[in-house]
T-cell receptor, first 116, second 115 residues
Framework: GAGVSQTPSNKVTEKGKYVELRCDPI?????LYWYRQSLGQGPEFLIY????????DSGLPNDRFFAVRPEGSVSTLKIQRTERGDSAVYLC??????????????FGPGTRLLVL | AQKVTQAQTEISVVEKEDVTLDCVYE???????LFWYKQPPSGELVFLIR??????QNEISGRYSWNFQKSTSSFNFTITASQVVDSAVYFC????????????FGAGTRLFVKA
């Protein structure tokens, strides 16, 4: 079956612009996660959805970052007024959701965001 | 606070050598999971293994083996007879119930396997 997909694979934008990054989880997975990975670092947690609701958004760095998952499947990570420091790879992962956050997460290929 | 330390930033070996990637973790949780992921140059994190805190049995899967020792808070990963295709960045991660079951990743170890 299909894995986690993310679009676009690359995004270049200018400082101050708004961007949306999309994640399509594995079919049937109710849990969805967003991470940010800076160069040379491990992924850093941003937000976790269980179904349509954000169960934990404590990793979002500030109020310029927002994520939605209106129908409990596809999720969009939205970044307003982008800054050069937002440049990173944004990873999405999903898991079955039945066992809570101790489950194995399966990752997408990521969106590489570059803010000029 | 939870923490995962991968002290080896980069390792370079010649094909067919064995290599061990170290992972040391810190947590006050009694229930937690440890993971290893592989990130090849394509960028996608590939799940390798999950181990829960109540199961200290070592595991072998083909050329891969894992040594979990709670006494030293370590979860090391060994690749036997390494191959060029093993070249990647390897991440150790921890999910525990402190702070809502966040998954904390180490900084990764970049493995170069030369032919």
């Amino acid at each position: 079956g299909a894995g986690v997909s993310q679009t676009p694979s690359n995004k270049v934008t200018e400082k101050g612009k708004y961007v949306e990054l999309r994640c399509d989880p594995i079919s049937g997975h109710t849990a969805l996660y967003w991470y940010r990975q800076s160069l040379g670092q491990g992924p850093e947690f941003l937000i976790y959805f269980q179904g349509t609701g954000a169960a934990d958004d404590s990793g979002l760095p500030n109020d310029r970052f927002f994520a939605v998952r209106p129908e409990g499947s596809v999720s969009t990570l939205k970044i307003q007024r982008t800054e050069r420091g937002d440049s990173a790879v944004y990873l999405c992962a999903s898991s079955l959701g039945a066992g809570g956050r101790l489950e194995t997460q399966y990752f997408g290929p990521g969106t590489r965001l570059l803010v000029l | 606070a939870q923490k995962v330390t991968q002290a080896q930033t980069e390792i370079s070996v010649v094909e067919k050598e064995d290599v061990t990637l170290d992972c040391v973790y810190e947590t006050r949780d009694t229930t937690y999971y440890l993971f290893w992921y592989k990130q090849p140059p394509s960028g996608e994190l590939v799940f390798l293994i999950r181990r829960n805190s109540f199961d200290e049995q070592n595991e072998i899967s083909g050329r891969y083996s894992w040594n979990f020792q709670k006494s030293t808070s370590s979860f090391n990963f060994t690749i036997t007879a390494s191959q060029v295709v093993d070249s990647a960045v390897y991440f150790c991660a921890l999910t525990g119930n402190t702070g809502g079951f966040k998954t904390i990743f180490g900084a990764g170890t970049r493995l170069f396997v030369k032919a």
